[in-house]
């Protein structure tokens, strides 16, 4: 009888097997499909895959690109469908792994640098057309990039199966009933493969989310990703639904901003190519996030400032020997104005920025201004855009921070400043992380305590025995 039953279990679970992998054929056939394909482009598109899988100059999705992150560089993978250096011989499942749980094919845990945290929202649906896409869709690269080498603990990858447990939610995306097809397409996008909380959001000690202060700002390296919550003053509130769009496809917002840097870089490569439908569904979605406010904000960041000049300072007075002495309405004259114009009212079509009313200096955070300073505003050739040339090898740490407090008073938030100390940091880029330190020292009071645990047990005993 239990050789019976045990044979029926066998069978029974042999029929499952094989219909799991009818089911899974099933779904991997029509990979090769056309329009599969082409739905699995824009996808990765607005993922912005490439951003960070192609090094400068090297070929799409080949990897190698460095990625600094505070606990050393990470050097992005091949993604290409190179059966030899790529993922050309993942499955599905296991593409679908490596992009929600953050686990490569072979076992080892993915960084989250690769923000599976958000993908991990993305539909089966979606995900098998990003994979019909990348393996039929890419053109595969025999190219090995470096490994990633960070230092110890971090060094060890199981250590993120640990975090995982503590911040990954690995629960595909679902649409809220109150809530309209626009928003909750706008959710799904802004929350999972867009992934605007990864450089939006402030994080936590062990680098993940704090998820009670979602979009409320967060720093990306030496750049800083402003609230984009639905506050007025601190976040987007203020800007219309058309505005959102319209930033997000071009990186002008009206009058009121432009984008520089990492968000730059994510329009260039990524939100520039969405289609209106979907833009329009992120703008609705980001317009109702919960609001957080800072209380040092008392308006608007584009509400600060007027046209104005300082010309009479400095007619007829000579440049100081020390051009390190040199005042702020200099600076201004000898490397704005001819672009932004005597009284930073910009250029009459608007091409060149006018500088008041300008998100750019209405933050008290400055750190954005500084790096705009230093290495300028460069964007894709095919991107239509004026370029600001940085100012990194002619102006000194010194004159950087004059020019820069120059113009948030003039023309931007009096309450914002910019140092020399800042200038210098962002310079050598950003500060120095003591991450590594901590969980050097928490592995230690581990071993201490786990070791103290142990004798304390044994002494027990042995006064027991």
């Not at 569904?281 to 400032?305: M, N």
């Not at 007075?317 to 932004?340: E, F, W």
């Not at 938030?413 to 050097?440: C, F, M």
Request: aromatic share 8%.
């Amino acid at each position: 009888m239990k050789l019976m039953t045990c044979l029926q279990f066998d069978l029974a679970a042999a029929v499952m097997a094989l219909a799991s992998l009818n089911v899974y054929a099933a779904a991997t056939a029509d990979t090769t499909n056309t329009e599969l394909i082409q739905r699995g482009q824009y996808l990765a598109t607005a993922g912005d895959c490439i951003a960070c899988h192609t090094a400068a100059g090297g070929k799409p999705f080949a990897g190698g690109l460095v990625v600094p992150t505070p606990v050393g560089d990470i050097i992005s993978t091949n993604i290409t469908p190179s059966k030899a250096n790529g993922i050309g011989n993942y499955t599905l499942e296991q593409f679908a792994a490596a992009l929600r749980q953050g686990v490569r094919a072979d076992g080892q845990h993915l960084y989250p640098a690769m923000p599976y945290t958000s993908y991990a929202k993305v539909t089966d649906d979606d995900i098998k057309a990003m994979y019909a896409y990348f393996m039929h869709g890419v053109a595969p690269v025999d190219a090995s990039p470096a490994a990633t080498n960070l230092p110890f603990p971090f060094s060890i990858r199981l250590s993120m199966a640990a975090w995982n447990l503590l911040f990954l939610d690995d629960k595909p995306f679902k649409p809220q009933a109150d809530k309209g097809e626009l928003w909750n397409r706008g959710a799904y996008l802004a929350e999972g493969l867009t992934h605007c909380s990864t450089c939006h959001t402030p994080r936590n000690m062990l680098m993940a989310e704090d998820f009670s202060r979602t979009l409320g700002g967060g720093d990306v390296g030496t750049w800083h990703a402003p609230n984009i919550t639905s506050d007025k003053n601190s976040g987007i509130g203020g800007w219309t639904a058309q505005e959102v769009i319209d930033y997000l496809q071009s990186g002008h917002a009206g009058s009121k901003g432009q984008a520089a840097g990492p968000m730059a870089e994510a329009i260039d490569h990524s939100l520039r190519h969405l289609n209106n439908a979907d833009l329009s569904a992120i703008a609705a979605y980001l317009k109702t996030v919960p609001p957080l406010h800072d209380a040092a904000d008392t308006r608007p960041a584009y509400a600060w400032g007027t046209a104005g000049d300082d010309l009479n300072s400095i007619r007829g007075v000579p440049l100081p020997k020390d051009l390190d002495a040199m005042t702020g309405p200099q600076l201004y004259d000898a490397n704005c104005a001819s672009c932004h114009q005597a009284r930073g009212q910009g250029s009459p079509d608007g091409g060149l920025p006018a500088l008041f009313h300008n998100t750019a200096l209405g933050r008290t955070n400055t750190n954005n201004l500084v790096m705009v300073l230093l290495d300028g505003i460069a964007r894709n050739p095919d991107a239509a855009d004026v370029l600001m040339p940085g100012f990194r090898a002619q102006l000194s740490d010194i004159q950087i921070a004059t020019l820069g407090t120059y113009l948030t008073q003039r023309y931007g938030n009096p309450g914002a400043h910019v140092t020399v100390d800042q200038v210098k940091t962002l310079r050598a880029g950003g500060e120095p992380s003591h991450l590594i330190w901590y969980a050097r020292a928490g592995l230690i009071l581990a071993g201490l305590l786990i070791a103290g645990l142990f004798v304390f047990s044994a002494r027990r005993r042995r006064k027991m025995a």
